[in-house]
């Protein structure tokens, strides 16, 4: 098991605009974060919008880097993996929940 998986508890919760938000901000931040999360994951999609709207609530992690100010945000489905694939909106870091 890749050492990139964490057993870690949440450190919050967002709403699913608030996670939409993070996210978008984080790729567009970064160069080459998008192309890597896109290869990496299946998206969220419609599933979070249709399933739940603006009542969806999505956990939101500690980023492990540097000094921890880092937030990390659902970004997608891993396509290796059972978990969820975060983006961290400090560093762009990647990680698997």
Known sequence: MSSNISQNFPYSSETEPE????????????????????????????VAAEDHGA????????????DFTGRLHVAGYPLEWHGLY????TCGSTFLR
């Open 19 to 46: 996670r939409a938000a993070a996210v978008e901000a984080a790729l567009g931040r970064f160069d080459g974060l998008r192309d890597k999360v896109a290869a990496e994951t299946t998206p969220l999609g419609h």
């Open 55 to 66: 009542e969806a609530r999505w956990w939101v992690w500690v980023c492990p880097t540097d």
């Open 86 to 89: 975060t983006v961290c909106d």
